[in-house]
């Protein structure tokens, strides 16, 4: 089963760092980002990549061109100024019936076994990852005259589940391909169909948007059990 990890935008919001390589290239206790998505995936079972580049092109293949990891590595040149849909419709003809994708700035411990068995069994042509939104600020809870209650720092909001990526789709969702970006057209006309469904999950998830979340990632690297590999141990 081929698994199509984005990794062609130019991560502006990382600038000056993704200067001179892209963001899924940036270290994470010595090794890519992207290394360690690919590591998710082959710890689990899958081995067959496409991965959808555009921008610095050059240095991921070069990377994988001097290391051996045990998968199959197919980079495709996706263009360097499209959009998600873009560029998983790129990739339209490397698929078979069933295909994985995710984007190539985020880590996670969602068992891809059960993530497929819930894709299996609905009737829909895709599923979103999701896992409840963990805001950055702290939240405010009043009464009727505006009196503050309570303070909760950085809470979990559980009403509202947010896009991790980890996609799982079937190949007929191609017929229903309708706009340029996943998040703000492809996904949302899916949904009024009534094609697109989502594994919640409530375990570990981190993107990297930042120089912080770089930093913030290269520490958890060193503990002796990142939280992104806990599937890895079968959970």
Not at 67 to 86: F, M, S
Not at 109 to 131: K, N, Q
Request: with cysteine; charged share 25%.
């Amino acid at each position: 089963m081929k698994v199509i990890i984005l990794c062609g935008g130019r991560g502006i919001r990382a600038f000056p760092f993704t200067e001179s390589l892209p963001k899924p290239m940036l270290p994470i206790g010595g090794s890519p980002m992207l290394m360690h998505i690919i590591s998710g995936f082959l710890a689990q079972g899958f081995t067959d990549f496409v991965l959808a580049a555009g921008y610095r092109r050059q240095v991921i293949e070069d990377y994988f061109e001097r290391k051996e990891i045990g998968a199959r590595i197919n980079t495709l040149d996706t263009g360097e100024n499209v959009d998600t849909g873009d560029r998983i419709l790129a990739c339209k003809d490397l698929v078979g019936e069933t295909f994985l994708a995710t984007y190539g700035d985020g880590l996670c411990d969602v068992s891809l076994r059960r993530l497929l068995d819930f894709h299996e069994h609905h009737e829909g042509l895709a599923t979103i990852t999701s896992v409840p939104l963990i805001t950055q600020y702290g939240v405010l809870e009043t009464d009727g005259s505006d009196r503050v209650l309570e303070i909760r720092e950085k809470p979990v909001l559980r009403q509202h589940w947010i896009n991790v990526g980890f996609f799982v789709f079937r190949r007929r969702v191609f017929d229903h391909w309708d706009g340029r970006s996943l998040e703000r057209e492809v996904f949302p006309n899916l949904a009024r169909k009534g094609l697109l469904f989502t594994y919640k999950h409530e375990g570990f998830f981190k993107s990297m948007d930042s120089y912080k979340d770089q930093q913030d990632f290269d520490e958890l690297a060193r503990s002796s059990q990142p939280p992104w590999r806990l599937a890895q141990t079968g959970r």
